[in-house]
């Protein structure tokens, strides 16, 4: 992996300090929030690992099957359900506005979209090491707001690849007093990523320009990370089909 940029590395604390009024202000919640860090005992559920000594009580993907009543009587209760099977994957509900396609001369890596009704955004893609899932949420608990940021990655390459990945999700995570989940224990040794963070933010539920900060951040990020040339699996020389195919 290439060395982050500086822009993208700040990008999940330009969440934490958006709306602060100033830098003594700033200063103040940062503290706060080390306090709070410091006070909250972690929860552990029983498929969860969890890895973080705070814990904001936010299960960042519910689970649960939901189901909306049948349009007749004639239909099953299970013909409009959804039961979501990842703890890291998150299914908006709502249109999607597309703002970006990281590509790599002419292959595309993959779509970036931003969900300004749910305020969260979103990017599925892969390139020659691997296929990614990311996405952002940010909502309200006890007047307090927060960004859940989760990650979904899968059919790395290289163990290495999968190990500066995590360690560069555990420790923005840390940096912004963040609740870090790893769902998957060992997971670079199957070459599988899990992750969730739930950090506490100062940014307004509804900000647009927030979102489209997230999303320009995050296209940056994959341009510079996620951007490997495809080769063949079979000889390494030869280039691959279009990432477009994995698209969502």
Known sequence: MKKITLILASFPLLLCCACSDDSSNGATAEMENSDKASALSTKRGANDS????????????????????????????????????????????????????????????????????????????????GAYGVYYRLLEKDSQRYVVWLWSNTMYQAEELCEKDLKYFQEECTRNVGEFVDYIKDDCAAKTLSLSCV?????????????????????????ENWSTPFKSRFDGDESAESASSASP
């Open 50 to 129: 969890l890895d973080s000594a705070v814990s904001y009580g936010i299960v960042p993907v519910d689970t649960a099957k939901k189901c909306n009543p049948p349009a007749s009587t004639e239909l099953t209760d299970d013909y409009n359900c959804i039961e979501p099977l990842s703890k890291t994957e998150y299914i908006f509900r709502t249109e999607a506005t597309p703002l970006y396609t990281p590509s790599v001369g002419e292959k595309v890596l993959g779509y970036i979209s931003a969900f300004y009704e749910e305020n969260g955004i979103q990017y599925s893609g892969r390139d020659g090491t």
């Open 199 to 223: 950090m506490p933010t100062n940014s307004e539920l509804g900000d647009k320009d927030v979102l489209d900060s997230i999303a320009a951040d995050l296209d940056a990020f994959v341009l």
